[in-house]
C-alpha cells in the first residue's frame, strides 16, 4: 500500500468508526478527527512530494500504485499524484475540515449528516488521485447523491426542486463525460482507460472533436459552466453550509480539473481547434454571473452567482491554452475552493444567528459579531481580488496568460473578464456595506453571538489558506509549473497530430 | 451415468416436485412453519448443490446441453428462486395455496432449464411453454381479486399470441434451413428473405416475453394484478432466464445476420428504455413502477446485446445477476410494506425513512443499484453494458442510452426523496420483521454493495462466455 491510498483509506475508516459510534458527540469527534487526519495526511504527502522531486524525480506521478479492478475491462485503479492534483487534494482536505467544523451544531440526523460529508470528501480524494477514467468516473458519481441527500434532507427554502435539478443536471454532466470516456477507451483499441496511456494514442482530429466537445461538456456541467449553470444557484442557495462549501468549493473543482486533465490534456488537436466556443462561454458566464449577483439580495445566492463568475475564470484560464493561463486556472481552481468555502461558512454563520440571509434586512455585523463579520469581509475581500489574497494572483495569472494571446478575439475576451472585476467590486463592497458595517438595524441582532469555537478554527484554517496563496504564491506555482508545462507541451505538440 | 449428470439441475428441480407431491399427500403443507421452512431450507440445498462440480457436455443427438455458462445461469436463477421464496413468507403464510404456489414455480423452473439447455429449437420451444403456463396460472393466485384473475387471463392470452408468432416464425426458419438443431442452422443460415423473416417473427416472440417495446403492453397490467411475489418471479426468473437464452439466439443462432439484428435491436433498445422512463415518471402504484422500470432495464440490456462480443455477454450475464438482487430487494420491501400498510402506492413511501430507517436503507440501495449509482453494483453493470455497446460503435444507441440513464435517476430518485426527505401522509408503524424476509434483504444488499468489488466474478463470468 501506498501513502497516498491512506487518501481512501482514511475516509472509509471515518466512515466505519461514524457507523459504529452511538452518541452524536461521539460522531461528531470520529468526524472531527478523521478530516483532522485528511489534513495532516495531505501536508505530509505535500512534504514527500516536494523532497522528491528536489531529488531529481522526474515521474510525470509520484506514489504510483496499481491495482487490478476488472481485469477483463482494463479497469484499474492507478493512483498516483503530480503538482495539480496535490494541491487539489490539499484544498478539499483544508475545506472538509472546516466542513466539519462549521456544522458541529448540527442536531438533526447528525450520523447521517456526517456520514455524507465525509462520503463526499472520499469521492474527491479518489476523483484526484486515480489516473483510471473509468475509476474517475466512478468517484466523480459517486458524488451526485450525496449532494441530493444532503440539500433535499438538510437544506431550506425550495430544497427538494433544488435537489433533483442539481441531480438530475449533474447525472446529465456524467452522461455525456462517460460517452467520451468510452470514446477515449476505444480510441486506445479497448485496452487502456489509463490518461498516460491514451496521451500516448494519436487520436484522429474527427473523433477528437466529438470527444472534447462531449468531455469538456460534461465536466463543465459539474463546473457550473454557462449555460449549464442553473443548478448552482439553486443547489447553493438550499444546502445547508458545509454542504454549500463542498458543493462550491470541492464538487465545483472536480468539473474543472476533469476539463483539463481529460478533456484539453488528452485531446490537445481538438483543443487548439475548438476550445473558442469555452472561452465564449466562460467570457459569458464572467460577466452575466457578476451582473446577475449584482442583482441578488440574498447572500446565499449572491455568493452562488458569483461563483458562477468566478468558476467562468477557471474555464477562460483552461481554454486560453497558454502555459501561465493553466497555472492561473489550477490557482483559481484552488483559490476559489478556499475562498467560496469561506464566504458560505460566514454566510452560514450569520444565518444561523441572524435567521435571515437578505442583505438589506441585516446591518451592524461587524459590531455584534465582530469575528464572523470579519471572516465575510475576508472572504469579500477576496473575491474582488484585493492583492494579497488568493484571489488577485489567481486571476491576474489568468489575465497575463490570456493577454499572451495576440488575436482581437483572446483580447476582448481578456479585457471582458477583467472588467467584470469592476460589477464584483460593486456588488462586495454593497453587500459588506449593507450587511457588515453601519449601525445595527434589527434591535433582535444585539442579542447575537460571536462564532464558536468550532467556527473559528474553520475560519481560521480557510484564511490561512487565502493568506498563504496570497501572499507566496510561488510555493503553489513551484509545486504545479512542472505539470501545467507538460500539459502545456502536449497541447503544442497535439497540433502536429492530424 | 456421467451423461443423466448432465441433467443434474433438472434432477433436483423434478425430486423437489415430487416431494411436494409427497408432501401434500401427508398433509404437510398445512403445517405452514414448518412446510414453508423444510421448502426453504429445500431451495437452499438445490442452490448450493448447483455449485458442485458439473460435467459439461451435450445429450440426446445436441437437444440438450449444458455449458459453463449454462451452469452459471442456472446457478443465479437457483439463487433467485430461493430469494423469492424467502421474500415471500410472509404472504405465503397467509395464503391457502402455499403448496401450489411452489408446485407452479418449480415447474416453470423446470422449464426455465430445459430453456436454458436446449441445443434444438423444438426443444427450445418446449421450454419456452413450459416455463410459462406455471406462470399464468400463478398470476391468478389472489381468487377473489379481480384484477388478479385479469392478470391471469391477460398473460395467457399475451403468451399464447408471442408463442403463435414465435411458432411461425420457427415454422419459417424450418423451410428455409430444413433442419431445426442449432449446429445445422448455423451451418445453413444465410441471409435470404425468408430467413429474416423467420427471423423477425421469432425475435417478436422473445420481445413478447422479455417485454420489450413494442410488445411491452401486458407488463404493467399483469404485473399489477399479480400478487407480489409472482410479479418478483416475472420480472426476475422469467425475463432473466429469457435474456439468457435471447443471447444464444442472437449470438450463435443467428450470429450470421448480425448485421440485420444490431440495427433492429437498437431500435428496440431505444423504445424501450424511452418509453419504460417516460411511463415510469407517471406511476403511482410501485408494482407498475417497477413494470415499466423493468422494460427500462432491458432495453439498456440490449445495449449490451448489440455489443454482439464476449464482453456483452458477459456483461449481460453480469448485469442480470446484479438485476436480480435489486429487483427482488425492490420487490420484498414493497411486500412489508403492502402487509403492513395494505398500500402498494408509492405515496405510502413517504417518510420511510424516518419510521423504518432498515427497510428504507434496503430500498434505497436496491433504487440506486437499478439508478446505477455508485458504489452500488448496478453503477458497474449499466456501465459495462454500455461499454460493450461500444464495441458496435452505435453512437446514437449510446446516445439515448446516456439520456436514458438521467431519465431514470429521476424515477428512482422520485421514490427516494419520497422516502428520505418528504413527510409521511400518515406515519408508518414499525413493520413486522420476519426473519426470512430480512435475510433475503440481508443478502441482496450485501450482494449489490459487494459485487462492484469483487472483480473475480466478472472475470469468472467472462471466462466461462469466453469457452
Known amino acids: 500500500m501506498d501513502i497516498v491510498q491512506l487518501l481512501i483509506i482514511l475516509p472509509i475508516v471515518t466512515l466505519l468508526g461514524m457507523i459504529v459510534a452511538k452518541k452524536e458527540l461521539h460522531i461528531k469527534s470520529v468526524a472531527l478527527a478523521g478530516s483532522s487526519l485528511q489534513l495532516i495526511l495531505a501536508i505530509i504527502l505535500t512534504t514527500l512530494y516536494v523532497q522528491m522531486r528536489q531529488a531529481g524525480a522526474i515521474a510525470p506521478y509520484l506514489f504510483q500504485s496499481s491495482y487490478v479492478w476488472f481485469a477483463p475491462l482494463k479497469i484499474y485503479f492507478t493512483s498516483g499524484i503530480d503538482g495539480i492534483s496535490l494541491v487539489m487534494i490539499l484544498m478539499t482536505a483544508l475545506v472538509v475540515l472546516s466542513g466539519v467544523l462549521v456544522s458541529w451544531k448540527i442536531n438533526k440526523q447528525v450520523k447521517e449528516f456526517f456520514f455524507l460529508l465525509i462520503l463526499l470528501s472520499l469521492s474527491a480524494y479518489g476523483f484526484f488521485m486515480t489516473t483510471n477514467l473509468f475509476a474517475m468516473f466512478f468517484f466523480l458519481e459517486l458524488a451526485v447523491i450525496p449532494k441530493f441527500l444532503l440539500i433535499g434532507m438538510w437544506g431550506s427554502g425550495r430544497k427538494e426542486y433544488s435537489s433533483m435539478k442539481l441531480a438530475l443536471m449533474l447525472m446529465a454532466g456524467s452522461a455525456l463525460v462517460f460517452l467520451g470516456m468510452i470514446g477515449l477507451f476505444y480510441e486506445s483499441g479497448m485496452q487502456s482507460w489509463d490518461i498516460q496511456d491514451i496521451a500516448r494514442l494519436n487520436i484522429p482530429i474527427a473523433t477528437q472533436r466529438v470527444l472534447y466537445l462531449l468531455l469538456f461538456t460534461g465536466f463543465g456541467v459539474f463546473t457550473a459552466m454557462f449555460p449549464f449553470h442553473t443548478w448552482a444557484p439553486d443547489g447553493h442557495s438550499s444546502a445547508p453550509t458545509a454542504a454549500s462549501m463542498f458543493l462550491a468549493g470541492i464538487s465545483m473543482k472536480l468539473g474543472g480539473y476533469g476539463c483539463l486533465r481529460v478533456a484539453t490534456y488528452l485531446l490537445p488537436g481538438a483543443a487548439q481547434e475548438l476550445s473558442w466556443i469555452f472561452i465564449i462561454l466562460a467570457s459569458i458566464a464572467i460577466i452575466y454571473g457578476a451582473f446577475a449577483t449584482m442583482m441578488q439580495k440574498d447572500l446565499k445566492y449572491m455568493n452562488a452567482y458569483s461563483s458562477v463568475s468566478h468558476v467562468g475564470f477557471i474555464i477562460l484560464g483552461i481554454a486560453m491554452l497558454t502555459k501561465v493561463a493553466i497555472t492561473g486556472a489550477v490557482m483559481q481552481m484552488v483559490s476559489h475552493g478556499i475562498m467560496t468555502a469561506l464566504f458560505f461558512a460566514a454566510i452560514g454563520m450569520i444565518y444561523d444567528r441572524a435567521h435571515t440571509r437578505q442583505a438589506n434586512e441585516l446591518g451592524g455585523m461587524l459590531k455584534q459579531i465582530p469575528f464572523i463579520g470579519a471572516a465575510f469581509i475576508v472572504s469579500g475581500l477576496t473575491s474582488l481580488g484585493l492583492p494579497g489574497f488568493s484571489g488577485f494572483v489567481s486571476e491576474m495569472t489568468i489575465f497575463v496568460g490570456s493577454w499572451e494571446h495576440a488575436g482581437i478575439f483572446y483580447r476582448v475576451a481578456t479585457i471582458l473578464a477583467a472588467a467584470s472585476i469592476v460589477v464584483t467590486a460593486v456588488y462586495i463592497l454593497r453587500a459588506v456595506g449593507f450587511a457588515i458595517w453601519g449601525s445595527i438595524t434589527n434591535k433582535e441582532f444585539l442579542k447575537l453571538k460571536d462564532a464558536t469555537w468550532s467556527e473559528r478554527t474553520a475560519t481560521v484554517l480557510l484564511v490561512l489558506g487565502i493568506l498563504l496563496i496570497g501572499l507566496a504564491p510561488f510555493l503553489f506555482v513551484r509545486l504545479i509549473d512542472m505539470d501545467t508545462t507538460t500539459i502545456y507541451q502536449k497541447l503544442i505538440s497535439g497540433v502536429l497530430v492530424h | ?467
Open chain 2, 1 to 467: 451415468m456421467d451423461n443423466v449428470l448432465l441433467f443434474r439441475f433438472e434432477i433436483v428441480i423434478a425430486v423437489l416436485i415430487l416431494a411436494l407431491l409427497v408432501m401434500s399427500l401427508r398433509d404437510f403443507n398445512t403445517k405452514v412453519t414448518a412446510f414453508l421452512g423444510t421448502m426453504n431450507i429445500l431451495l437452499l440445498v438445490n442452490f448450493l448443490a448447483g455449485w458442485l462440480p458439473m460435467a459439461t457436455g451435450s445429450y440426446f443427438s445436441g437437444f440438450f446441453r449444458t455449458t459453463d455458462l449454462i451452469v452459471f445461469e442456472k446457478n443465479i436463477l437457483n439463487l433467485g428462486i430461493l430469494l423469492i421464496s424467502l421474500t415471500s413468507y410472509q404472504w405465503l403464510k397467509q395464503s391457502e395455496h402455499r403448496l401450489e404456489f411452489y408446485f407452479l414455480m418449480l415447474s416453470s423452473i423446470m422449464g426455465v432449464f430445459v430453456m436454458l439447455s436446449s441445443g434444438h429449437i423444438l426443444m427450445l420451444y418446449l421450454g419456452v411453454e413450459m416455463s410459462t403456463i406455471p406462470i399464468a396460472a400463478m398470476s391468478n393466485f389472489n381468487l377473489n381479486e379481480k384484477r388478479s384473475s385479469e392478470a391471469g387471463l391477460k398473460l395467457i392470452l399475451s403468451s399464447a399470441f408471442s408463442t403463435g408468432i414465435m411458432l411461425f416464425g420457427i415454422s419459417l426458419l424450418y423451410g428455409a434451413v430444413g433442419n431445426l438443431s442449432f449446429d445445422s442452422v448455423i451451418a445453413n443460415l444465410h441471409p435470404d428473405m425468408l430467413t429474416i423473416f423467420a427471423f423477425t417473427f421469432i425475435l417478436a416472440g422473445f420481445a413478447f416475453k422479455m417485454s420489450i417495446v413494442p410488445f411491452h403492453l401486458w407488463t404493467a397490467d399483469v404485473y399489477e394484478g399479480s400478487p407480489i411475489a409472482v410479479t418478483n418471479f416475472l420480472s426476475v426468473i422469467s425475463k432473466g432466464s429469457v435474456v439468457f437464452v435471447f443471447l444464444t439466439i442472437l449470438y450463435h443462432l443467428f450470429g450470421g445476420l448480425k448485421e440485420e439484428w444490431l440495427y433492429a435491436i437498437s431500435i428496440l433498445s431505444i423504445l424501450s428504455m424511452t418509453i419504460g422512463n417516460l411511463f415510469a415518471m407517471r406511476q403511482q402504484n410501485a408494482k407498475r413502477f417497477l413494470a415499466f422500470s423493468s422494460i427500462s432495464q432491458v432495453g439498456f440490456v440490449l445495449v449490451g446485446v448489440a455489443g454482439a462480443s464476449v464482453m456483452g455477454s458477459t456483461s449481460v450475464v453480469y448485469f442480470i445477476l446484479i438485476y436480480l438482487l435489486s429487483n427482488i430487494a425492490a420487490f420484498g420491501v414493497i411486500s412489508a410494506m403492502a402487509d403492513t400498510t395494505g398500500s402498494e402506492s408509492l405515496q405510502s413511501f413517504k417518510g420511510l425513512y424516518k419510521s423504518n430507517p432498515f427497510y428504507a436503507l434496503f430500498m434505497v440501495v436496491a433504487l440506486f443499484s437499478l439508478a446505477g449509482v455508485p458504489p452500488v453494483a448496478g453503477f458497474f453493470g449499466k456501465l459495462f453494458l454500455l461499454t460493450s455497446g461500444m464495441n458496435s460503435k452505435l453512437y446514437v444507441l449510446l446516445g439515448f442510452a446516456g439520456a436514458n440513464l438521467v431519465l431514470s435517476l429521476y424515477n428512482y430518485l422520485r421514490v427516494v426523496k419520497y422516502m428520505f426527505i418528504d413527510e409521511a401522509i400518515e406515519t408508518i408503524p414499525p413493520m413486522k420483521r420476519n426473519r426470512q424476509l430480512t435475510i433475503a434483504l440481508v443478502v441482496c444488499t450485501i450482494g449489490l454493495l459487494a459485487i462492484g468489488f469483487i472483480p473475480e466474478l466478472y472475470q469468472y463470468i467472462s471466462q466461462i462466455c469466453t469457452m
